[in-house]
Structure formats: C-alpha cells, structure tokens
Nanobody, 127 residues
Framework: QVQLAESGGGSVQAGSSLTLSCTIS????????MAWLRQAPGKEREGVAI???????SYSDSVKGRFTISRDDAKNTLYLQMDSLKPEDTAKYYC?????????????????????WGQGTQVTVSS
C-alpha cells in the first residue's frame, strides 16, 4: 500500500524557517514527480511547488524566493525548506506524487485530487 507521510510542521513566528519532509513507501520514488500543496481553513487549496524526477522545480508566485523544494532519491524523501515565513503561509501542507500532468492539473484546479497523497502536516505562522 502506497504511503506518503509528512512531518516537520509546527507553530512559528513570522520570519522563521521550517523544513517539511515527506517520506514515501511502496512507490518507485525515482519514477514520480512530486509536489507540495497547501490548504488554509476557508480557502481554496493552493499548489506550492513541483519537482520533476530530474530535480527541476517550479513554484507558485506566493512562495517563490522563500521556499525550496528538493528530493533525496536515496531516502525516498521529499523536502520543503520554508524561509521568511509569513502569517499567510499558515495552512495544512500536503505532499503528493503523480505524473507531471496530474500535478500541474491540481495546481490549476483546486478541486482536483489526483495521484497519491499524504495526510498533511499543519504549519501555523504567527505575527
């Protein structure tokens, strides 16, 4: 059974940093592009970052320059380094695995849920 498990969330002050991790099991990690998405209460889900199997990454405008997505294929682990956190970054963060088309579709359509997902980890940023 495919499992994605996020960790690393927490409550921090604005301007702080956090690193999220997502460990994947029962999935050929190196074959899959990966993504981070987030959803705040009362708001639409938002795509945060995508990383392809070759390591090329893309980001939403809201996090570009502050967040860095990376992957360690030897550890089957996806990361999201979040710097200069803002209160508007408060959300539950999810990792997802899927084809590049599926991930990009979810970035365009917040109602779509494609591929494999974790349960999420909460990030709360206070001012």
């Amino acid at each position: 059974q495919v499992q994605l498990a996020e960790s690393g969330g927490g409550s921090v002050q604005a301007g702080s940093s956090l690193t999220l991790s997502c460990t994947i099991s029962e999935l050929p990690f190196t074959d899959y592009p990966m993504a981070w998405l987030r959803q705040a209460p009362g708001k639409e889900r938002e795509g945060v970052a995508i990383i392809d199997v070759n390591g090329s990454a893309s980001y939403s405008d809201s996090v570009k320059g502050r967040f860095t997505i990376s992957r360690d294929d030897a550890k089957n682990t996806l990361y999201l380094q979040m710097d200069s956190l803002k209160p508007e970054d408060t959300a539950k963060y999810y990792c997802a695995a899927g084809s590049l088309i599926a991930l990009r579709t979810m970035f365009r359509d917040s109602k779509k849920r494609l591929g494999f997902w974790g349960q999420g980890t909460q990030v709360t940023v206070s001012s």
